[in-house]
Structures are given as structure tokens and as C-alpha cells.
């Protein structure tokens, strides 16, 4: 009788297996998929020149709707500043180069203004940008209904981008890469929390040094 039960559970689990069920995911390898597959073809074409490669560690799916739902949360909490929530994470196969992108909440006074930050450099977009060898950073201040309270007092909501090690030198095309990454993922962020004018950013970045 145990080896029947046993054999009629094996039986059970193949058919599960083979039949019904979730599908696994399609493995998510190349520029254009990572990230929720918000990387325009620019952004793309960005991502593989910073990182030297058209292939990437599978990035699973989920990091959209999870950052929204987040900063939605911090904005129903009242939170003017929160941690950073992380986006997605986009490695290299076979080493740990790695870009980390995150979203957040900013407090006017964490705006750069004039100071002039190492390694980074000023460009005209959004409330303000600045974007470096190693990181970028992109603030926009969004209205939305989703956002109870933003018409009147707008949402303020920054971008990161960051390299956990970077070697790129401290080039106008590194920059310009690394800013049109990242206003790729906040333009499909500030669209999913329904933000007016997608929070004052085009379709394409304006890479216009300040």
C-alpha cells in the first residue's frame, strides 16, 4: 500500500509538472528585458555600453509594480524622505559588476543646487539631474491622484542609479549613458503613479549639461 500511495504521488507530481500549473518565467537575459522591460532602445543600447555586454543575469519581473506600490505607500505615511526601494539590479554574467537603480522620496534640502559634487555634473532635466562614472540621480516632483494631497503640494521623487564598482571614466558619453538609463526606468515609474505630464519628463532624456 505505501509504494502504491508513493507511486500515485509520483505519478501526480509529474503530471503537475508537465500539465497544469504556473509556467516559469522566460529567462530575462538581454538589455531590452531588464528592469520590467522599461529600458527604451536608447536606454538599452546604454546599458550594454557601460556594462560591455548584450547579456545579462536573468532579472525577474516584479520590480515596477513593486517600487509604485512602495512609494505610494510612503506618500499615504506621510513620509517626506524614505529609504531607498530598490527597482532592479542589472549584472554582468560572471562577475559581480552590477548597477543597482532604486526609487525614493527627497527633501528639498538634498537637492544638489550649486554644490558641486565629485564625480558628478549638473544636466537640465526633470527638477534637477546629475549623473557621473558612477552613479546618476534624477528628482522630479509629480501630481497625481494616486497621490492624495500631491496637487497641492507635488510629490517629490528621486532616481538612482549606481555602479557597486566602475572602472568608466569620467566621460560626457559615460554620463549621457548613465542618465538615459535611469530616466528610462523613472519615465515608466512616473507613468505607473499616474504623475501629470510624466512628472515634466519627455520621452526622450534632454542630456543639456547645466
Known amino acids: ?8 504521488l509520483a505519478v501526480g507530481l509529474l503530471a503537475t509538472a508537465c500539465g497544469g500549473g504556473e509556467q516559469p518565467e522566460e529567462w530575462r537575459t538581454t538589455a531590452a528585458q ?8 536608447d536606454g538599452a543600447r546604454a546599458l550594454q555600453r557601460v556594462l560591455g555586454t548584450a547579456k545579462f543575469v536573468h532579472d525577474p519581473r516584479g520590480g515596477l509594480d513593486r517600487v509604485v506600490q512602495q512609494l505610494t505607500e510612503d506618500h499615504a505615511e506621510g513620509w517626506r524622505r524614505t529609504p531607498s526601494r530598490a527597482m532592479c539590479n542589472v ?4 562577475n559581480q559588476d552590477r548597477i543597482d537603480i532604486s526609487f525614493g522620496r527627497y527633501r ?36 497625481s491622484p494616486q497621490l492624495k494631497g500631491s496637487e497641492d503640494e507635488h510629490a517629490r521623487i ?3 542609479l549606481r555602479f557597486n564598482r566602475s572602472k ?8 549621457e549613458a548613465n542618465l538615459t ?14 504623475c501629470r505630464n510624466n512628472a515634466g519628463l519627455l520621452d526622450r532624456p534632454v542630456l543639456t549639461p547645466k
Open 158 to 160: 528621486i532616481g538612482m
Open 108 to 143: 528639498d534640502n538634498e537637492l544638489f543646487g550649486d554644490t558641486q559634487a565629485i564625480n558628478l555634473h549638473p544636466y537640465v532635466m526633470g527638477k534637477e539631474a546629475q549623473s557621473g562614472p558612477k552613479a546618476a540621480y534624477l528628482f522630479v516632483e509629480c501630481s
Open 34 to 41: 531588464q528592469c520590467d522591460d522599461t529600458l527604451s532602445p
Open 168 to 175: 568608466l571614466p569620467d566621460t560626457p558619453a559615460v554620463r
Open 181 to 194: 538609463i535611469l530616466h528610462s526606468v523613472t519615465l515608466a515609474v512616473v507613468k505607473k503613479l499616474g
Open 91 to 94: 549584472q554582468v554574467p560572471g
Open 1 to 8: 500500500m505505501i509504494k502504491r500511495i508513493a507511486s500515485m
